[in-house]
């Protein structure tokens, strides 16, 4: 029954297939009818009646009318949402509200998520993104065998309300029909309690047949050693030898691709990256042997993209899907039928193709470093630390970078803190090479570097062992989706991390 039901999905995922490439091929005109579907919708919503969405008649008026936000903009009418006043933001009743991961010190935010935004946006890109793995293995199994997301968990605010991790609210959510595919259950998947949820996955699901694994590499790691220690196992094969997907989204995967080939030594386990947020399901990876996640267009949200060298202009332009071009950094803006509209999200993208329209994320508009002028990017670092990591047969954890400011008798520079898992043999060849590698990838760093004139060479610095998880447990941003930032432009992260 169960082999019946995969071949039954399997042909209905076809077709699906056939609607992906069919919307891939001209976004433009889903896009169009998307905007206007929701700016009908939501035009008697308080904010929709202050920017008279039912009076706009074309793409100019509406970015004449309605401006570029950002989330403190709307943060007081979402607080008020969250309280219970409603057609605020959205005529919709908004039961859920998504809660940003956030960094390790960074605060958290809340995305209001209507039913209607929940189904035809999330959830239906979740089965896309089944339709994506189908299309590349027709044996993957995932209506047969067993799916585990790393997901975070839900808290009840009252009145019918819930805050959450999207992938908790996509856990809570999910049909029946694929309910029933998925482990642990669903009390232990939405546990708040980390430890307690890994522990129950080591000792219950290390039994069960897993086909995909999805969730934040930090804390999939984290999961991969205990079940070795657990097991005794040489790898996650050996305990999962039917594993053909790791869904990965959130951080640069490049730094960790290294060390998860070891972990999944099997060609048979694919590496696919999502672009799934609180705001929103944006991309997927739909081949595996290529750069860039596919854009999806088709499900509730309308793209807009500033370029990044104009994010900082009072009247920065503004650029429609069909407008952009490969290789130009934008910052991402969405409009969507859940109460964001112009909404800037922070994520800074660029496109490897536009036909089709694919994208890999770059950075964030708060994670970069331009103290001095270098302009550099988390995928410039990501990129470095995984060349160089490779050439020194390195293993790392995660790291984070920040200024060395400069004073009267010293150039300033950039400081690595690095938690290695494997260490190189010589940290100061590694940091050496390191700064070699950002220079060629980032011409405005090496611009700066050149005959050390404005920048010294960078610095690594070695962190101890758990480091990391204890500034995360000490900040209450221990697992789930909580990612550590990257890049700051102070020095407040590294300071706490070397204090840890």
Not at 64 to 88: C, F, H, T, W
Not at 110 to 118: G, R, S
Not at 389 to 412: L, R
Not at 438 to 466: C, E, F, H, Q
């Amino acid at each position: 029954m169960v082999l019946l039901m995969d071949s039954i999905l399997k042909a209905y995922f076809r077709y699906r297939q056939q609607r992906i490439e069919q919307v891939v091929s001209d976004p433009g005109k889903y896009q169009k009818k998307l905007l206007w579907s929701i700016l009908h919708s939501q035009q008697d919503s308080e904010y929709g009646k202050k920017y008279d969405f039912g009076k706009l008649a074309s793409y100019a008026d509406f970015c004449s009318a309605v401006p570029l936000v950002r989330y403190e903009q709307i943060s007081n009418d979402i607080q008020l949402m969250m309280d219970g006043k409603e057609n605020l933001l959205v005529v919709d009743k908004v039961e859920w509200f998504a809660k940003s991961s956030g960094t390790t010190t960074g605060r958290s935010k809340f995305i209001p998520v209507t039913k209607k935004y929940l189904i035809d946006g999330h959830l239906k890109c979740t089965w896309n993104a089944a339709s994506v793995i189908y299309n590349e293995d027709p044996s993957a199994r995932l209506f047969a065998d067993k799916n585990l997301i790393m997901g975070g968990s839900l808290k009840d605010i009252g009145g019918g309300r819930t805050v959450g991790d999207i992938s908790a609210i996509l856990l809570k959510n999910f049909p029946k029909i694929g309910r029933r595919f998925s482990t642990p259950q669903i009390e232990v998947a939405l546990d708040d309690d980390w430890d307690r949820k890994i522990e129950y996955i080591v000792r219950h699901c290390t039994k069960e047949r897993i086909t995909l694994l999805g969730g934040v590499p930090t804390w999939t790691l984290v999961l991969f050693k205990t079940i070795l220690e657990h097991t005794g196992a040489q790898d996650i094969c050996e305990v999962w030898p039917g594993l053909r997907s790791y869904l990965h989204g959130g951080v640069g995967f490049g730094p960790y691709k290294k060390i998860f080939r070891t972990y999944l030594p099997s060609e048979k386990v694919v590496f696919r990256e999502v672009y799934n947020s609180s705001e929103g399901y944006f991309a997927i990876q739909d081949r595996k042997d290529e750069e860039g996640m596919v854009l999806l267009c088709d499900h509730q949200i309308f793209y807009e993209f500033i370029p990044f060298s104009d994010y900082l202009s009072k009247e920065p332009s503004v650029l429609r899907v069909e407008e952009v071009i490969v290789s130009v950094p934008y910052v991402m803006v969405i409009t969507n039928s859940s109460g964001l509209y112009r909404y800037v999200i922070g994520d800074v993208v660029e496109f490897v193709s536009t036909r089709p329209y694919k994208v890999r994320v770059i950075g964030r508009t708060e994670q970069y470093i331009n103290v001095f002028g270098e302009e550099v990017m988390v995928a410039n670092t990501d990129q470095a630390i995984a060349q160089v990591s490779k050439k020194h047969q390195a293993q790392i954890n995660d790291y984070t970078v920040a200024p060395v400011f400069m004073d009267k008798s010293t150039k300033g520079g950039h400081e690595w803190a690095i938690e290695f898992i494997k260490q190189p043999t010589s940290i100061e060849a590694f940091a050496e090479d390191l700064d070699r590698t950002l220079r060629s990838i980032n011409s405005d760093y090496d611009a700066k570097r050149y005959n050390d004139l404005a920048l010294k060479p960078l610095i690594v610095t070695a962190l101890r062992s758990g480091t990391l998880e204890r500034l995360q447990r000490q900040s209450n941003k221990f697992g789930g989706q909580n990612k550590f930032p990257r890049l700051s432009n102070d020095r407040k992260i590294l300071e706490a991390l070397l204090q840890s």
